[in-house]
């Protein structure tokens, strides 16, 4: 498994893996940093964050279980040289999501902001 920086063009994928539409997955690699995992051309996991004066913020990830966990290294790697915590939302009914989010080490804070119909949990990892 490859991880890289994600470009424009993989908006595409992008928007598939997330069941997203694909101009939404551009503007996301455009205004965050987007790390993406790749297996024989293909795009199996993402990851994307950025950085405020309070935390590092990781505004959406997705993907297979063993690609999730080697991303989310990604943001906390990035918190812990500057020193920062580290936050996440992850949809309530994504029990997938929310395991990888607890074994990268993050605790449950409570509920997050609702997306529409969508609840959402908070997970949070401090310095």
Request: net charge negative; charged share 40%.
């Amino acid at each position: 498994m490859e991880v890289r920086d994600a470009v424009e063009a993989d908006a595409g994928r992008l928007a598939a893996l997330a069941d997203a539409p694909a101009e939404t997955m551009v503007d996301l690699v455009h205004d965050r940093t987007v790390s993406i995992a790749e297996e024989a051309d293909d795009i199996v996991g993402f990851v994307s964050f950025d950085a405020r004066r309070d935390a590092v913020h990781i505004t959406q990830f997705d993907g297979r279980r063993e690609a999730v966990e080697r991303l989310l290294d990604e943001p906390i790697r990035f918190a812990r040289n500057e020193d920062m915590d580290v936050e996440l939302l992850v949809e309530e009914s994504r029990d997938d999501l929310r395991r990888a989010a607890a074994d990268a080490g993050f605790r449950e804070v409570g509920a997050g902001p609702r997306f529409g119909e969508t609840k959402t949990v908070k997970f949070r990892l401090d310095s």
